[in-house]
């Protein structure tokens, strides 16, 4: 993670998430995602509930990649190697189906 103002980022390594899928409306799908990461990569200390915000198109195609702290955008943001982690858990089989199947159900 990297902090607004600052140089030196801080990757965090990820060993797993906890998601939630909700259709937003007829164009995007948003996955709320709590990372967990490794005891050696802990997130900074001035987070007090550090989550990701991933908004995807209908097809599971994610879009935009946002950090979180209580909810709320904050003054961190990931790096590009945080992304692909979480990029690579939006694209696997399971959360692309969870994707599809949240897509479906607001359709009429």
């Not at 945080?82 to 089989?93: A, G, H, L, M, V």
């Amino acid at each position: 993670m990297i902090k607004y103002g600052d140089e030196m980022p801080r990757e965090l390594r990820f060993v797993g998430f906890d998601a939630i899928v909700e259709r937003r409306d007829a164009q995007w799908v948003d996955v709320e995602l709590r990372p967990h990461a490794e005891a050696a990569t802990p997130p900074p200390q001035d987070l007090i509930d550090l989550t990701a915000l991933v908004v995807c198109t209908h097809t599971g195609h994610p879009i935009q990649i946002e950090a979180l702290d209580e909810g709320c955008d904050c003054e961190y943001q990931f790096t590009a190697f945080e992304k692909e982690q979480i990029e690579r858990y939006i694209r696997s089989d399971e959360v692309q189906s969870r994707i599809a199947e949240a897509a479906r159900l607001g359709q009429a």
